[in-house]
């Protein structure tokens, strides 16, 4: 008996291909429920792209862990002193993965492309002309200083694709080398079945000596969260990014063979909020807004119900972001301040305790960040005599196209800062981004020319601390006006195989940065 | 004769009926909120106005819906399933991927369920009310009344985690990088829980069938005859009883097929199985026309060819159809 069982545990060891532990060389498997549409991030943003993509592509700079921006592409860069130009110096002997040269031509290309076609506008909304004296070096002329330039030119966002094949005249954002990329990345597509996996292949000729140490690096489809957790527990799979379930957190953090850390997301910078229609009846008023925010415990929310693995939001921009305003009303729960300013809009309570009902508007499959929260606030709003109705949306587009049109009066909602308020943060509060149908646009119709004057400054600033400054007086004004009750940051944290795993993607950018550093045993 | 006109029947049906289907589905897919625009917002983080435009126009979706659908129907008929949106890839091509994964999954249920259950139910009519037979009734309704996730999901816990003998996710384990025999066992070895969650709620209902069938057929003048003519017990079980008490399995398996498919949605999502099923689920979720419009196609042509080939079937087995047609 004793030897069959021998023989049986030699055959799984075959079988599962334990080999000798190496510093360089394996593979990397990387679990998640994210599908790309197709894996060429100058056309498409969003996690499902960024994550391969930026594997495939090089971009000109990237970001450490305290938001320095690191030599990439460009080996080395500097802004004129007006701030209206940003000359980039690229590596030398730097190649495509199908072995051209990268001359600043398809730098010149590539964010060209991207400013046109790309759904953050704002990237590089300032960039007028790309001048490229020689082929090793490219200047971005703008029309204006624009600090979040060198943000914009990193991992998940700046990525330098080729002309010589994406420049064939066809639509980028159809074009059929999408799903079949070159690159420069330290790792090159080998296989893309689209949600079921992507397989990368180390690329030989990665212009940063001695990278990337992986050979391979897979990354799996799955289509529901259980499942693929219970991958992560049984060492299916060694890493798990941008998990969000409270539960599976905790689940997987009794493994004493897994890690779990919250680090890699400040740039992504994932908020939780209450949306408000201003320009309904009833949330016009400003005191009916600060009086729901009153109302809300964010303690109970974050330690209750998300297990104290969210920490509360307090403002616009993400606890991560070197812009995060601390010094903000905090609205801390006081039910009776609450009643009071409802009184004071002119709503007092009916003989049955109701002042007002509303709708609340959710996306279900959001279960702990937009189900959960929504069924904590119908009884606690009731507390202040708000009668909530929830309704609930079948699939996003449902909601989406519903709020989009304005068709709502409170909704739960989920929005990333995106690395720098010009690209994540303004869209939701400057007037001229009120827009019908398009969503994660300013869909709560607020309009303040104050805020819009000190976000235009802020966006414009150089000056890193007058820059804060600026924000934060916004920041400030945007808190009180309460056109959003800021509830908490997303949990997002990675899961790895402690015993795997040397060196995870704890840079601003996590997953969506290179993997060329990261190790398997 | 007889069987060429059944066949060209069968065909005209499958075109009208398949006709409807497109038209269906194309309509009640514009009546949900939401176009695929919209989801590929989602998908990116945020848009703009002049964005959602140019998707719009770059998949046609500006144009009335009356016109959509003709040119939808006028390139379907020429066999062509048009672009994915959401993938930007040939629908074709999306289905061809997936497609094989669905079929060894659906067939191997189906072959596990009609063999299985009605052996079983062979086993549970020799001794109605005795150990075998009670046993087999219990676990039959417990096969059937667990539902298909759960069955799924708890497979998984006990042979994925808690005793991890089967693997729990996909068609293959793609880190192997296995190729030729090592690549069919490993799909073979995934295929076990698959096949088995899907497969055990048809094979409860065939075991219960095939035992109500066979205690019915047993009670018949002509099993009395083969038995006073001195046939062996198992020769009148398995050939005089068994060949009719079958036909009500193979009618209920042909009419099966289609919710066959729809079980395999569930069990593909549980499972991570790369079929069309999920394939489905989520380009419904995507808006992405096309793409649920073709696999809706090609299962609708599975079904019908399924039925038909159920028919034949019947002819084979039981004599009198043929002799009637």
């Known amino acids: ?521 | 004769m007889g069987l060429i006109w059944l066949i060209g029947k069968r065909l005209l049906y499958a075109v009208v009926l398949i006709t409807a289907v497109l038209v269906l589905n194309f309509s009640l897919l514009h009546l949900a909120p939401g176009d695929p625009a919209d989801a590929i917002a989602g998908e990116m983080g945020g848009a703009t106005a002049e964005l959602l435009a140019e998707i719009r126009a770059l998949y046609g979706l500006d144009k009335p819906f009356l016109v959509q659908l003709g040119l939808y129907l006028q390139r379907a008929y020429q066999g062509d399933l048009g672009m994915s949106f959401y993938y930007n890839l040939p629908v074709v091509d999306l289905i061809l991927q997936r497609l094989p994964a669905t079929i060894l999954l659906v067939i191997t249920a189906l072959i596990f369920a009609t063999v299985g259950g009605t052996a079983l139910g062979v086993l549970a009519a020799r001794k109605p009310g005795g150990f075998t037979s009670s046993m087999v009734t219990l676990l039959s309704l417990v096969g059937y009344a667990a539902p298909i996730f759960w069955t799924g999901l708890m497979l998984i816990i006990l042979f994925g985690v808690v005793i991890p003998f089967f693997p729990i996710s996909g068609l293959y384990n793609v880190a192997k990088m296995a190729t030729g025999l090592s690549l069919a066992v490993d799909i073979a070895h995934h295929l076990v829980l698959p096949s088995f969650t899907l497969g055990v709620v048809y094979l409860a209902l065939y075991s219960r069938l095939t035992r109500a069938s066979m205690l019915e057929v047993m009670q018949a003048d002509y099993i009395r005859t083969a038995r006073a003519k001195g046939a062996r017990e198992r020769t009148v079980y398995l050939r005089h009883a068994l060949r009719n008490a079958i036909l009500p399995v193979v009618t209920m398996a042909g009419l099966q097929f289609g919710s066959l498919i729809s079980g395999a949605v569930l069990v593909e999502t549980v499972f991570n199985w790369p079929g069309l099923g999920t394939l489905v689920f989520e380009s419904v979720i995507a808006r992405d026309y096309p793409t649920v419009l073709g696999v809706l196609f090609f299962s609708a042509t599975l079904v019908i060819a399924a039925n038909l080939f159920t028919d034949l079937v019947y002819r084979m087995i039981d004599p009198r159809i043929r002799l009637r047609d």
């Not at chain 1, 802004?79 to 940003?86: C, E, I, R, T, Y």
Request: proline fraction near 7%.
């Open chain 1, 1 to 521: 008996m004793k030897r069959i069982m021998l023989a049986a545990i030699a055959v799984t060891m075959m079988l599962s291909g334990i080999t000798v532990s190496s510093a360089d060389g394996g593979t990397l498997v990387i679990a998640t429920t994210q599908k790309p549409r197709h894996l060429n991030p100058a056309v498409q943003s969003g996690i499902a792209t960024a994550v391969p993509g930026t594997q495939i592509f090089a971009t000109p700079v990237r970001f450490d862990e305290n938001w320095n921006p690191q030599p990439y592409l460009a080996e080395s860069w500097a802004f004129s002193d007006d701030g209206m130009a940003l000359t980039l110096n690229l590596r030398k002997g730097a190649t495509f993965h199908d072995g051209h040269p990268i001359t600043s031509k398809d730098v010149a290309f590539s964010i060209e492309t991207i400013k046109a076609n790309h759904p953050f506008k704002t990237m590089f909304g300032p960039v007028e002309a790309i001048d490229t004296p020689d082929d090793h070096t490219a200047v971005l002329r703008l029309s204006a200083p624009h600090p979040a330039l060198l943000l914009a030119l990193s991992s998940a966002l700046g990525v330098i694709i080729p002309e010589h094949i994406y420049g064939d005249g066809q639509d980028p954002k159809a074009h059929p080398r999408n799903s079949d990329t070159v690159g420069s990345g330290p790792f090159k597509l080998a296989e893309f079945k689209p949600g079921e996996h992507i397989i990368l292949e180390k690329n030989e000729n990665f212009f940063l000596e001695g990278y990337p140490k992986l050979d391979r690096i897979i990354i799996k489809n799955y289509k529901d969260v259980t499942s693929m957790v219970l991958a992560m527990d049984s060492g299916e799979v060694d890493m798990l990014p941008f998990l969000a379930g409270t539960r599976d957190i905790a689940r997987l953090r009794k493994n004493a063979s897994i890690e779990i850390t919250d680090q890699g997301y400040a740039a992504v910078g994932p908020l939780n909020w209450l949306a408000f229609n201003t320009k309904h009846e009833i949330f016009k008023d400003v005191r009916v807004r600060r009086a729901i925010a009153y109302a809300i415990d964010r303690d109970f929310i974050v330690n209750a119900l998300h297990g104290g693995f969210s920490t509360a939001a307090t403002g616009p921009v993400h606890p991560g972001s070197p812009f995060f305003a601390p010094d903000v009303e905090s609205y801390d729960l006081d039910l009776a301040k609450a009643a009071a300013l409802l009184d004071e809009a002119g709503y007092p309570a009916g003989s049955d305790g109701v002042r007002f009902s509303v709708e609340l508007d959710y996306l279900p499959a959001f279960a702990e960040q937009q189900k959960n929260v929504a069924e904590y606030l119908r009884p606690q709003l009731k507390k202040v005599g708000i009668a909530v109705q929830l309704r609930a949306s079948p699939d996003f587009p449902s909601w989406a196209k519903r709020v989009s049109s304005h068709e709502f009066e409170l909704t739960m909602d989920v929005v990333f800062n995106w690395g720098d308020p010009v690209i994540g943060v303004h869209r939701t509060y400057v007037c001229s981004n009120i827009r019908q149908g398009v969503i994660w646009s300013n869909t709560q119709s607020y309009c303040n020319e104050e805020v819009d004057a000190l976000l235009d400054a802020a966006g414009k600033e150089i000056d890193q601390a007058k820059r804060q400054t600026l924000y934060r007086q916004a920041q400030q004004i945007i808190v009180d006006e309460v056109p959003l009750a800021f509830l908490n940051t997303l949990p997002y944290h990675t899961a790895y195989n402690k015993n795997k795993i040397g060196s995870p993607p704890l840079s601003i950018w996590g997953a969506m940065a290179p993997l060329d550093k990261v190790t398997v045993q």
